[in-house]
């Protein structure tokens, strides 16, 4: 008798996975039709899901210059919101920069992190630029850094980012792909960026 | 399958496919722990620690100036697709090194398969499940391998026949996943099969029933 308990449970595992996928793929068709409903492919809104076209922004980075997110469209973008106080940022950070240095030429894709400066833990905003700029060097980063130092029209609310370090994946077409919060290395990286358009 | 989904717990983000394991690894302790004696979870549970350990710690090898420019990077990094390996491997060398006192008792092969099938299986199931990835591939892996799994556990001819379909299998399967057939699953499943058909050779020569 003891021989079929094993056995049971895993059909009755089976059965439960089946179960819960088959409901997945309907509660996915409806999604679909949902949105299909008098929605034009070409029309994609502003958004931060899937899909979505990110809000536009324009920002300057530590060196002085100008980057609009729109006028990268033609690239693949990967855009990563971060803070110097933040330990996986700190983690992540040696990631990027290899990552930058081996595939971003290759892969024609930029990396473009927006420095959350509004919450630097400094107390003058100059203090707070010399705090980024301290950080850049000392992980030798050559990646635009932007620094949004606005608090009333901050990119990082625009974009909901309440976790860092939170990275949205655009492709060449300047749709989101995929958003992904916590830190991630170079394999990571590169898996998302592959699957990108 | 490719890892489309993230889990956040606190500041620990993991992927869908470590959570996957996780979840497997205390399921298939727990179908032993019902199905055999408690050695049997036992000797499961040890070789799953020995391969977080050596995964998670892999990073050491993998990235050492890493660790030592940011030790933290431990805590959210892993040795990925070598850290899998190298845990297998020495998960392998400790069930292997304690053969002798484990191989001649009964039931000691049955529980060995059931183990390697079950990981394997429910990994892939769960894997499916957390993740977003082409219906074909989703549907190939979830049909193929729970018609496999059952009629191996429940008919399971020899021990290595059953490995040894269980495996090409899985291979079969992999074809149809994004990943193909090269991936670390496929790897990992025939180093999982080689050390099973190693014990069982051991097994007879020692003694033991066919």
Not at chain 2, 162 to 187: D, H, S
Request: hydrophobic share 45%; net charge negative; glycine share 6%.
């Amino acid at each position: 008798m003891k021989k079929n308990i094993g056995l049971l449970i895993v059909v009755l595992l089976v059965v439960a996975m089946i179960g819960t996928y088959v409901k997945q793929q309907i509660n996915e068709d409806r999604a679909i039709e949902k949105s299909a409903l008098g929605k034009d492919m070409e029309e994609r809104e502003i958004g931060l899901g899937n899909g979505d076209t990110p809000p536009d922004f324009t920002l300057t980075s530590l060196d002085g210059e100008d980057i609009t997110l729109s006028d990268l469209r033609g690239k693949k973008v990967v855009l990563n919101f971060w803070a110097t106080w933040c330990p996986p940022c700190k983690a992540e950070m040696p990631h990027m920069q290899s990552f930058y240095d081996e595939y971003a030429k290759e892969k024609n894709v930029e990396i473009v992190a927006v420095n959350l400066t509004t919450a630097e833990r400094d107390v003058t905003a100059d203090a707070k630029v010399d705090t980024v700029m301290t950080f850049r060097d000392s992980f030798e980063l050559t990646f635009p850094i932007l620094l949004d130092p606005d608090p009333n029209n901050s990119v990082g609310s625009d974009y909901q980012v309440i976790t860092i370090p939170t990275t949205y994946f655009i492709d060449s077409n300047g749709y989101i792909q995929r958003a992904i919060k916590g830190p991630m290395d170079v394999d990571m990286l590169k898996e998302y960026v592959d699957a990108l358009d | 399958m490719i890892n489309t989904d993230w889990y956040s717990i606190r500041a620990l983000t993991l992927p869908a496919t470590a959570i996957a394991l996780l979840v497997t690894f205390f399921m298939v302790w727990l179908i032993l722990r019902l199905q055999f004696s408690k050695k049997w979870s036992e000797a499961y549970s040890d070789a799953v620690f020995t391969f977080i350990l050596v995964w998670k710690f892999s990073l050491l090898i993998t990235d050492f100036k890493a660790v030592v420019a940011q030790p933290i990077s431990l805590l959210y990094f892993n040795g990925g697709t070598i850290g899998v390996y190298l845990g297998v491997i020495v998960a392998s060398l400790q069930i292997w090194r304690k053969r002798q006192k484990r191989l001649l008792q009964a039931q000691s092969m049955i529980a060995y398969s059931w183990a390697i099938i079950l990981t394997q299986s429910i990994y892939q199931w769960l894997v499916v499940l957390f993740n977003d990835n082409s219906t074909m591939s989703e549907v190939t892996t979830l049909t193929v391998l729970s018609i496999l799994t059952i009629f191996i556990l429940w008919k399971l001819p020899t021990v290595k026949q059953g490995l040894l379909l269980y495996t090409a299998g899985l291979m079969i399967v992999a074809f149809f996943q994004p990943l193909g057939i090269w991936q670390t699953a496929v790897g990992i499943s025939l180093l999982l099969l080689c050390l099973g058909i190693a014990l069982e050779h051991e097994r007879i020569k020692e003694g033991g029933k066919e």
